[in-house]
């Protein structure tokens, strides 16, 4: 696996994260390099989509350059179901909800845990799942369940709060887990023939516990480059320098552009408490579908610990709100502001579908920043 290295290491000042001169010279050198071809990069996270568009990044790359936004926020591919099922649970008599303020305005089928708040329905917005595991502590006649999304980078943590909540064996807790794994929906997207994507900017945050290995494959099976990348602008625009590079050489690789934040293992350690509670199982995306392998389930260990376990609530088929094309966003297939609800129907305001609700949204960033 190789890191940034040779000329193309040189030639870049890592310590300059935000030098305007710099910038110009990366812009620049895109252009130069791109010339008339069209190359289709996907930005994998939802904070590279976030920084892309307050940096204005779409407006100065060459004509044929395209950056996408892909599936990485936690909020937006969690399935309907999933929303449903917290709201199902979150109608229980004695139930107290707590996730985090994105989820609060999601639409389910048929409506949201903001609705059922406004409805009487206890439920909490909270910063980390020991805020959830406090009320626990300070309520035991209420069952508190944690809503918990999210993906590699967030579960470790979620993870330790289980272990917590098991050494202080507290009963009135539980988690409600639809975390995912960023690769599978790497190559799901890859092997999609209606997204042409060239190359991945790689998620830098996911990547800090990962480490470079689970992307190898986009370079196997798939001959797809991708660059694990800080969040500054230089940090962005060298990376897609350097993916540009690789594919206009055909040289594709995986590289390490973001090395004052990720080392080339990730965090073994982290990774170690993520496995001690959780199994990989198969998991739906909003967009993607089903993927094999790609969510994560509380292992039976641990199972009083899981909400979906302890609450047998009856989820009906769900809905997805209607017009709207995040499914499509989030592959890749349709840029945000190409959908006919963008910024009339859907507003940040007045939310349709949760690329427009959460902050790191793809809808909300280009409506936020006008790309
Ligand atoms: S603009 Fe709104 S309705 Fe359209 S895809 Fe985005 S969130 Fe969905």
Known sequence: MSAVSGPQAAAIDFSA???????????????????????????????HTMSIGRFGFRSVMPAGLR???GPGCPVCVTANRDIDRAIAIARIEGVTIATFGDMM?????????????????????????????????????????????????TTPAIAACLLDAAER??????????????????????????????GFI????????????????????????GAVTGFEPVDILASIELLVRMIIDGTPDIVNAYRRGVNADGNPTARALTEQVFETVGA????????CA???????????????????????????????????????????????????????????GPCMVSSEGSCAAYHRYRV
């Open 169 to 198: 064996n507290l009963a009135n807790f539980s988690m409600l887990c639809a975390n995912k794994l960023t690769p599978p929906a790497l190559r799901a997207i890859a092997d999609d023939p209606q997204t042409r994507i060239d």
């Open 294 to 352: 790609s969510g994560l389930r509380i292992r039976e260990e641990y199972a009083c610990y899981d909400a979906q376990r302890r609450f047998d609530v009856h989820v009906e088929p769900t809905q997805e709100p209607r017009g709207c094309r995040c499914g499509d966003v989030l592959r890749g297939r349709i840029a945000p502001d190409t959908c006919p609800l963008f910024g009339h129907a859907c507003t940040p305001e007045h939310p349709v």
């Open 202 to 225: 790689l998620p830098g945050h996911v990547s800090t516990i990962t480490g470079l290995a689970p992307y190898r494959f986009l370079v196997d099976e798939f001959g797809l480059p």
């Open 105 to 153: 305005r999601v639409p389910g089928s048929t409506s949201s845990l903001a609705a059922e708040k406004a409805a009487g329905r206890d439920v909490r917005i909270v910063y980390s799942p020991l805020d959830a595991l406090r009320i626990a502590e300070d309520e035991p006649g209420r069952q508190v369940v944690f809503v918990s999304v999210g993906f590699e980078t």
């Open 284 to 291: 739906t995306w909003r967009g993607l579908g089903e993927l």
């Open 67 to 69: 950056l996408l936004s």
């Open 17 to 47: 994260f935000r030098d305007p001169g710099l910038a110009r010279d990366l812009i620049a050198r895109i252009r130069g390099a791109v010339g008339n071809r069209s190359i289709n990069l996907m930005e994998v996270c939802g904070t």
